[in-house]
């Protein structure tokens, strides 16, 4: 009897088990609170991890190594550029187009960053 080919599990659901893993069995398991700590946050980097793989498709790498939003590219080319625009004069906060942009950009770092401040699950 042959057997099937088996599919390894992709990028995201290896950081998801990984993270998993140290949720439910390594944290509960250690009594040295600095282990603890530092149990927790690596876990919580692979959430962030497993967030922004999930979101990939929603962002673009700028010229910087940034995850920024495509319209970020379109009017400034980079994150440093828009900032530096932004500090600069150049554009404004009070112009509604620019506005919009930096509170969808701010957003979409959220829903990556910490999706509970847009929820309210805090």
Do not use: W
């Not at 970020?72 to 506005?99: F, M």
Request: glycine residues 6%; charged residues 30%.
């Amino acid at each position: 009897m042959a057997k099937g080919i088996v599919e390894p599990p992709s990028g995201m659901e290896l950081v998801g088990l990984v993270a998993d893993f140290l949720e439910q069995d390594v944290y509960p398991a250690q009594d040295d609170m600095r282990l603890r700590l530092r149990v927790r946050i690596a876990s919580n980097a692979l959430r962030l991890v497993e967030r922004e793989l999930q979101r990939a498709d929603t962002m673009e790498i700028d010229e910087d190594g940034y995850a920024v939003t495509s319209a970020v590219i379109a009017k400034a080319g980079s994150l440093r550029s828009l900032t530096s625009k932004l500090r600069d004069g150049e554009l404004s906060l009070l112009e509604p187009e620019t506005y919009e942009l930096v509170r969808a950009h701010v957003e979409a770092k959220l829903r990556i960053a910490a999706p509970e401040i847009l929820t309210g699950d805090n």
